[in-house]
């Protein structure tokens, strides 16, 4: 078959005699032999047997464990391949999801480092070998090099290998950097994230923040607004919050919360599956003139955009890549009053 794109979540996509037919592993554009493994009525899912005509954006991987390792899916990419293929799906859930015309959506902006990027990673140790989950997410697949970890991480695997000690789970992380949050995976690429999301969300009297965590946007928006109601419903990482001038943290539902504490601006940063329907219910009984949604799955954003619209429109959406290698995707949707 003939690769015609990569869909969000990285399958690439080809059709055969009417059919889609999914492969991972496969660059945009090239010719593959492929041993089909689930034959279904409306689709196939396949596996390269041999790439017959490589595509110009395909690349060797650095990685010897890369097509085996759950990790990255995206290191037979060169990084702008990567790049314009993410900013295709974004465009293409936001428009099909959501109704959002791709004319709003920026390209992806890229992080300023494609490798050795991550501060903080987690690796299981099982039987005296240290590595990550494999593609079926359970078996173990042992690693003696992470290439989008940063050196002083890799130090700390190698320091592992040598003694493992028990089976479980261990977070390694380059020294003071906290176990939660945004920046502790790419700190270079969350600050471009965080600069544009803050910027989008202006300036004022009152903001509400939902989903805050410890405090990685509210941090920058204390300046910008003179109060600022902020929630997250886990405990642990409001009490790591810091004090700030004007900033009230709640350990809270978001959705409990926007009742009382509805704000012309509102700042969102939901996890995967989006926000709640409650919230979106409580935010169409009172609308913010602003809404500022940070996402790190674009089929949820467009689902909520679109739950939205009969009140928010949205006027924008910049997509970032902070984790390169792979087929994650975070954007920065500015949405203000007014329908869909
Ligand atoms: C994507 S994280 C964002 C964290 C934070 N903004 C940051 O940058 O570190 C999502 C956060 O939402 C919190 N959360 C999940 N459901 C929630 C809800 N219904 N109301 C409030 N917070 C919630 C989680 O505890 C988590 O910290």
């Given at each position: 078959v003939r690769m015609e794109s990569l869909a969000f979540g990285g399958d690439g996509v080809a059709r055969h005699e009417g059919r889609v037919v999914f492969v991972p592993f496969t660059a945009p554009g090239e010719l593959v032999e492929i041993r089909i493994l689930h034959d279904k009525k409306n689709f196939v899912r396949a596996e390269v047997v041999r790439v017959v005509e490589p595509a110009p954006g395909r690349v060797e991987p650095r990685c010897p464990v890369f097509g085996r390792?759950?990790?990255?899916?995206?290191?037979?990419?060169?990084y702008d391949t990567q790049v314009s293929a993410k900013s295709s799906q974004v465009r293409e859930t936001l428009q099909r999801l959501g109704g959002v015309s791709p004319d709003l959506v920026a390209a992806v902006v890229p992080s300023p480092a494609p490798w050795s990027y991550r501060n903080r990673i987690s690796v299981h140790v099982e039987q005296g070998q240290v590595g990550f989950r494999g593609l079926d997410n359970r078996s173990l697949v042992e690693v003696?090099?992470?290439?989008?970890?940063?050196d002083a991480v890799n130090a700390k695997l190698a320091a592992l290998r040598s003694a493992p000690g028990r089976d479980g789970t261990y977070s390694l992380r380059e020294d003071g950097v906290n176990p939660q949050g945004f920046a502790q995976c790419n700190a270079g690429a969350a600050a471009l994230l965080r600069e544009c999301a803050v910027r989008a969300a202006g300036q004022g009297e009152r903001l509400f923040e939902g989903f805050c965590g410890s405090g990685f946007f509210t941090e920058l928006l204390a300046s910008a607004f003179r109060e600022i109601a902020a929630c997250d419903s886990d405990e642990r990482l409001i009490r790591q919050a810091p004090r700030l001038p004007g900033v009230r943290w709640h350990c809270l539902l978001a959705e409990l919360l926007y009742h009382k504490e509805a704000a012309p601006v509102v700042f969102l940063d939901p996890p995967?599956?989006?926000?709640?329907e409650a919230m979106t219910e409580a935010i169409l009984r009172k609308p913010p003139t602003r809404l500022v949604y940070v996402s790190c799955n674009p089929a949820t954003l467009a689902r909520d955009a679109k739950r939205l619209a009969q009140s928010l429109r949205v006027v924008s959406v910049t997509p970032f890549d902070l984790f390169p290698q792979t087929a994650h995707i975070e954007c920065v949707a500015v949405l203000e009053l007014g329908r869909g």
């Amino acid at each position: 078959v003939r690769m015609e794109s990569l869909a969000f979540g990285g399958d690439g996509v080809a059709r055969h005699e009417g059919r889609v037919v999914f492969v991972p592993f496969t660059a945009p554009g090239e010719l593959v032999e492929i041993r089909i493994l689930h034959d279904k009525k409306n689709f196939v899912r396949a596996e390269v047997v041999r790439v017959v005509e490589p595509a110009p954006g395909r690349v060797e991987p650095r990685c010897p464990v890369f097509g085996r390792c759950g990790g990255c899916q995206y290191q037979h990419l060169a990084y702008d391949t990567q790049v314009s293929a993410k900013s295709s799906q974004v465009r293409e859930t936001l428009q099909r999801l959501g109704g959002v015309s791709p004319d709003l959506v920026a390209a992806v902006v890229p992080s300023p480092a494609p490798w050795s990027y991550r501060n903080r990673i987690s690796v299981h140790v099982e039987q005296g070998q240290v590595g990550f989950r494999g593609l079926d997410n359970r078996s173990l697949v042992e690693v003696s090099r992470c290439h989008i970890a940063s050196d002083a991480v890799n130090a700390k695997l190698a320091a592992l290998r040598s003694a493992p000690g028990r089976d479980g789970t261990y977070s390694l992380r380059e020294d003071g950097v906290n176990p939660q949050g945004f920046a502790q995976c790419n700190a270079g690429a969350a600050a471009l994230l965080r600069e544009c999301a803050v910027r989008a969300a202006g300036q004022g009297e009152r903001l509400f923040e939902g989903f805050c965590g410890s405090g990685f946007f509210t941090e920058l928006l204390a300046s910008a607004f003179r109060e600022i109601a902020a929630c997250d419903s886990d405990e642990r990482l409001i009490r790591q919050a810091p004090r700030l001038p004007g900033v009230r943290w709640h350990c809270l539902l978001a959705e409990l919360l926007y009742h009382k504490e509805a704000a012309p601006v509102v700042f969102l940063d939901p996890p995967r599956d989006g926000l709640p329907e409650a919230m979106t219910e409580a935010i169409l009984r009172k609308p913010p003139t602003r809404l500022v949604y940070v996402s790190c799955n674009p089929a949820t954003l467009a689902r909520d955009a679109k739950r939205l619209a009969q009140s928010l429109r949205v006027v924008s959406v910049t997509p970032f890549d902070l984790f390169p290698q792979t087929a994650h995707i975070e954007c920065v949707a500015v949405l203000e009053l007014g329908r869909g």
